[in-house]
Each structure stands twice: as C-alpha cells, then as structure tokens.
C-alpha cells in the first residue's frame, strides 16, 4: 500500500494503459481521477477532457484536484497513434499528433504543477515509448513525437527538481492496448500481423497494460523517491538486447 494517502491524476485514464495504472494504484492505496474523452469504468472517478484544449484541461484539472483534495502523482498517458513514413501524413496530421502526445502533456502539466509544489511527495510520469529511441518502420511522425516526449521528461526534470518534483517516464515496447488492437484489425492478415510485432520484441510477446502500469506505479511512487530524470524501458529487451537468431 505505498500509495496510501497518495493522490492522483492519470491522463487518458479511460483505457489500455493509463486504465490499467489507475486500477494498479487505487488498489495499492490512492486516490485517482481520469481525464479523458470516454468516461473510465466505475469505481474509478472520471472528468471529461480534451488535452487539446487548454481551457478544458485547466477546468478538468481544477475538478480533479477539488475532488482528490490535493495532487501528489500526474500521470501523463493521453496519447493518439500514428502510421506512415514522413511522406505519408499531411501537415494537419502532424499537428494534430503533435498537439495530443506533446502538446497534452505540456498543457495538464502546467495546469498541474502548482498543485504538485505543495505536496510532499510529487511526480509525474510521462508515457514514452521504445518509438523515442530506435528506428521503427512506418512511424515518423509517431516517434518524432516520442522523441520529444523523452527530451521533454529530462528538461522538465531539470527544471523541476528543486521544486521537489520528479520526472520520469516509461517507454513501453509494442503493447497490446486496444489501440493496437484497431490497427492490426485493420490489416489483411491480424493473426500475421501481431506474429511479426511479438517477434520484434526479444521477449517474443508484445507488453501488457498491466505490465507497463507496474513500470508507471514504480515511478510514481514513494519507493522512487531518488529517481529522477530516467526512462524506464518496459519492452521485453527490445530496447537493448540483440540475440543471435534461433535459427539461420
């Protein structure tokens, strides 16, 4: 119970991974609200938001912290998807994913850290991804926000640790969320198609949510309390290992 009397906000909280976070936590003592589009499922307290909108994700942070009484954890999670290489996507494509995955997180927290400066335990947590750090196919635009996700978890750091705020972040490898599950939908051949993903990965499976919110609640946490400024790969090794082939 380390997140006892500890209180939360998880960002894209509806769903696949920042669901799977909220659960973790609130089972392990906080106190969570969810910003999102969708409602989260009961028990799990829930404020509409759109982390497009500043004025929305300022009203959304407001409600959550009036409801919490206080903030000591943001998860920042909310985060969209995105195919093609750099030629693929026009310009409001990219501003678009821009303004959800890096834009959305700068925005919740600004709205956030006033709030986080007066508690005795503050830290946020930025979902990343293995897409910040290695060259994956068909993924420009996608990774070029990652990529500033990751730079943006080591300023904020930075910035903040005087504060006694702690930032970090978490930089899953494929993982079987529901919007990975629309994507391989999509294809010709689903079953194929989620072969080839799970064998990228030296593990030779994709993640789970539950997986990744173990990696998230980790850092959020009081056990954490000297980490700072770290990007806590969750991949099944893809990140660093190279095996030989098992066959030639």
């Not at 004025?55 to 959304?60: C, F, T």
């Not at 920042?76 to 678009?96: C, H, K, L």
């Not at 010709?188 to 799970?198: S, T, V």
Request: charged share 20%; glycine share 10%; aromatic share 4%.
């Amino acid at each position: 119970m380390e997140f006892s009397g500890i209180r939360a906000i998880v960002t894209g909280g509806a769903s696949g991974i920042g669901l799977a976070t909220a659960r973790l936590m609130t089972e392990r003592g906080a106190t969570v609200s969810c910003l999102d589009l969708s409602a989260p499922p009961e028990p799990l307290h829930g404020v509409r938001t759109d982390v497009r909108d500043d004025a929305s994700v300022r009203a959304a942070v407001s409600a959550a912290v009036d409801h919490l009484g206080g903030l000591d954890v943001l998860v920042n999670n909310a985060g969209i998807g995105a195919q093609g290489t750099v030629e693929d996507n026009e310009d409001d494509e990219w501003r678009n994913v821009f303004d959800v995955n890096v834009f959305g997180m700068v925005r919740v927290s600004r709205a956030a850290l006033p709030h986080l400066r007066r508690s005795e335990h503050a830290a946020i947590v930025n979902t990343c991804s293995i897409a910040a750090t290695a060259g994956l196919p068909q993924r420009a635009l996608y990774s070029a926000t990652k990529g500033a996700v990751q730079s943006l978890t080591l300023a904020m750091a930075a910035d903040h640790l005087r504060d006694g705020v702690r930032v970090t972040c978490v930089n899953p490898g494929t993982a079987d969320t529901p919007w990975v599950g629309r994507l391989l939908a999509a294809t010709d051949d689903p079953e194929a198609e989620r072969a080839a993903l799970a064998a990228r990965q030296p593990s030779g499976r994709l993640v789970s949510a539950e997986e990744v919110a173990v990696a998230i609640a980790y850092l959020a946490s009081p056990l954490a309390s000297a980490t700072t400024g770290t990007a806590l790969a969750v991949d099944g090794g893809m990140a660093g290992l190279r095996l030989r082939p098992e066959k030639f």
